[in-house]
């Protein structure tokens, strides 16, 4: 859910350059999107649906008032629709900033200003549910998967689980980008002779990034081995929250959208961040200070893993099935 700034309509924004929350007069109305931050709802204060909205494959748009009754255009002065762009009446075409997208044809209305990045199709689109195109040019597509290769026990508590961070096209000018990933981490440990945590619920934030090649057309993943190394004999819960986002490096030092400078990269994760549990960041650049460049528009992504994990080493009888683990991963 998202909110309107009530002299111009205009949402504030929350992850994603186009996932609308809430009106920036905070007075609603509020945007509920699906997996596209295409609007499918506006309700008021109170939960009210105020107006929701329909789509066929291509972004054709459907209005409905609150009972479900059609409406041929919106009574609420809504212009977002389809995957969170705004949607011109008048013209019946959605605004992708460098050009309109046609939902009736299901292509862009003119040629993609920067060439032939996205395929031979200079007026193609590529709105699938992994893959966005907020500007009109080219589609990114981050991807991340995680596989837990660790079988703990209480002789060996230490969890190891493999990120893979991946993109379906190289999104740059240049051929250097960078994914960034922001971890929020809890953990919570007790000693088997103490009744309360010794660290009761601790949270901790950092950012640490990795520098991806673009060599002869090919490109790697990023790899991201996540350790947990609990304490012996104690007990206690895990839990860590990313978000992953894929940055393009300016190769002339001119920064258009979704790109950072060279220098800012260097600048903003300087170091080894401190974390909590036995949790490192290792030798990657990291840092515990939110990157100036995190919430700039344009970045590919985000993408989201989501990790649970509970021990307890102080009970005989439960030694041999001690853990309570689970993690997915989406695109958001």
């Known amino acids: 859910m998202v909110a309107l700034n009530s002299s111009n309509r205009k949402p504030i924004r929350r992850t994603g350059i186009d996932d609308s929350v809430i009106h920036a007069s905070n007075r609603g109305p509020y945007y509920h999107r699906n997996q596209q931050y295409s609007i499918t709802a506006l309700t008021d204060s109170s939960a009210v649906i105020k107006e929701h909205y329909a789509y066929d494959a291509y972004g054709g748009l459907s209005i409905f008032d609150g009972s479900g009754s059609s409406r041929s255009a919106t009574a609420e002065g809504n212009r977002y629709a389809y995957t969170g762009r705004e949607w011109d009446e008048e013209l019946g075409l959605y605004h992708y900033r460098a050009r309109m997208y046609d939902a009736i044809s ?8 920067i060439g032939f990045i996205d395929g031979h199709n200079l007026y193609q689109c590529n709105f699938v549910l992994s893959s966005a195109d907020p500007y ?7 991807l991340v998967t995680s596989k837990w290769l660790s079988r703990e026990d209480c002789d060996n508590p230490n969890t190891h689980i493999l990120y893979t961070f991946s993109l379906k096209a190289w999104p740059c000018r240049s051929k250097l980008g960078f994914f960034i990933q922001e971890v929020n981490f ?4 007790s000693s088997c002779d103490e009744k309360k945590p010794e660290r009761p619920g601790e949270n901790h934030r950092y950012w640490e990034g990795w520098p991806i090649v673009r060599n002869r057309g090919k490109f790697p993943p990023a790899l991201d081995n996540g350790l947990i190394d609990p304490p012996p004999k104690t007990r206690g819960k895990v839990s860590a929250n990313r978000i992953v986002k894929f940055f393009c490096v300016s190769p002339d030092n001119i920064r258009q ?5 060279q220098s800012e990269m260097h600048r903003e994760l300087p170091q080894r961040a401190e974390t909590p549990c036995g949790v490192t960041s290792g030798s990657l ?48």
């Open 106 to 113: 299901g292509r862009f209305c003119s040629r993609d200003p």
């Open 136 to 142: 009109g040019t080219k589609t990114t597509e981050l």
């Open 186 to 189: 809890n953990c919570r440990v």
């Open 257 to 261: 959208p979704g790109e950072i400078l």
């Open 285 to 332: 650049p990291a840092t515990n200070d939110e990157p100036a460049y995190w919430s700039r528009e344009g970045a590919a992504g985000p993408a989201f893993t989501s990790l649970r994990k509970s021990w307890n080493c102080c009970d005989c009888i439960k030694r041999q099935k001690f853990v309570s683990r689970s993690i997915r991963s989406k695109a958001l």
